[in-house]
Each structure stands twice: as C-alpha cells, then as structure tokens.
C-alpha cells in the first residue's frame, strides 16, 4: 500500500465550478502536510501548507483529519490557470525528506 | 535569486552507457534531495543528504546507482550501466533546517534506448 494516496483522476471540470481532491495517507508519524502544484513537463512547486485547524489561500481551502489520515483541497470558481497535476504531500516526523502522493490531474475547461 | 540548478535537461543515452546528473541546490540550503518520477510511479525520493551526509538512501534502486555531495553547492546522481527502465524524469531540491518548503530543479528528462 502506497504511504500516500490520491485519485488520480481527471478531474474535467467546467470554468467557475468548485472542485475537491482528496488524499489519505497510513504513516501516523506523519507530521506536516503540503499540497504542491505541478504543471505539465514542469517541476512541483508548492501550493499551500495544511494546518490542523484548516486554512484558506484566495479560491483555496486546505483541511486536514489527522483521526481519518485524510486531507483535502477545495478549489472555488476554477480558473482555466487553474489546470495542473495537484500532488498530496507528507512529511514524517524525524526524516526531512517529503512523500509525495501520484497526484490528481485537474483539467479546467472553458 | 538562482533556485536549484540541474543539468542536464535532456539527456539522451544507449543502454550500458554511464550518465551523470548534476545539481546545485540553493544557496544557504543544507538538505538536498534526489527524486525519480515516472507515469507508473510518480515522485520517488532515491536520496537525501543533510549538511553534505547521505541520510537516507533506501530508495536508489540499486547499485547501479549511485549519488555524492562533495560539497555544499554541488551533488551528482550517477547510473553505471544505464538500462531502458532508468528513463524518467530525475528532480534534484533543496530546503533548509528551519524551511517545510522543499524547492525542485526544472528536472532531467533520461531516455535510456
């Protein structure tokens, strides 16, 4: 079983429409939590942190289930920009490096 | 402000042959990681050095792998012999002590014939 998991998707969506992705990961040492975009033939770049208590970023909305080892994405009135892979990302306590799910590809259409 | 170096971008190669990937990570940055992403397997971490020292090495593939950091601004990922299932794309990043933002290279694209 993969340390961390997301569907892959594609997520077709229409301009405007709101869009979640979810991501569940095993490791229970698990101790920060990090959404990375990354665009086609490009290098992830980070997205957003997630914080226990949720947290907002403009049209996105992060929350972590630390009792489920769940975490979400929200994304509101997709932008067309807005189409990219969308990789769930953990780091567990003790080791530096991050563990990345296989992502979820959002194609936002017009 | 330069972000993490890789070179090359594109190297393409005959099964058998050595290859060298290179990175320099950011300046003042004293963790650096190697990571492997193909479509099968998404973003796998090969390797990650902390103040120069490899940390954690478990997921080289390999012996035909092997990484060096010599130095703080410099570190290779080398393949020795290459086969066809090395193809992928190879990301070098770098992030610091105090830093939960890891910063990637623009990646080498491998294509081993």
């Known amino acids: 079983r993969k340390e961390v998991e997301q569907d892959p998707g594609p997520f077709n969506v229409p301009e405007g429409a709101t869009v979640a992705f979810n991501c569940t990961y095993s490791n229970s040492a698990s101790q920060s939590f990090f959404w990375y975009r990354q665009d086609c033939r490009k290098e992830p770049k980070l997205l957003m942190s997630?914080?226990?208590s949720g947290n907002e970023d403009g049209r996105f909305t992060a929350q972590l289930n630390r009792a489920s080892q769940y975490i979400s994405l929200l994304i509101r009135d997709s932008k067309l920009s807005d189409s990219a892979t969308y990789l769930c990302v953990v780091r567990v306590t003790g080791r530096r490096a991050l563990t990345f799910g296989s992502g979820t590809r959002l194609q936002v259409q017009p | 402000d330069a972000g993490v170096i890789q070179s090359p971008r594109h190297e393409v190669t005959e099964m058998g042959q050595e290859v060298t990937l290179r990175c320099k990570p950011i300046?003042?940055?004293?963790?650096l990681f190697w990571y492997r992403q193909t479509m099968m397997r998404g973003l796998e971490l090969l390797i990650y050095?902390?103040?120069?020292?490899?940390?954690?090495d478990s997921g080289m593939p390999e012996d035909r792998f092997s990484a060096k950091m010599p130095n703080a601004s410099f570190s290779t990922l080398k393949i020795q012999p290459s086969e066809p299932r090395d193809s992928a794309v190879y990301f070098c990043?770098?992030?610091?002590?105090?830093?939960?933002?890891?910063?990637f290279g623009q990646g080498t694209r491998l294509t081993v014939v």
């Open positions: 997630v914080y226990s």
């Open positions: 990043a770098s992030t610091t002590d105090r830093n939960t933002e890891a910063f």
């Open positions: 300046s003042g940055h004293n963790s």
């Open positions: 050095f902390n103040n120069n020292v490899p940390i954690d």
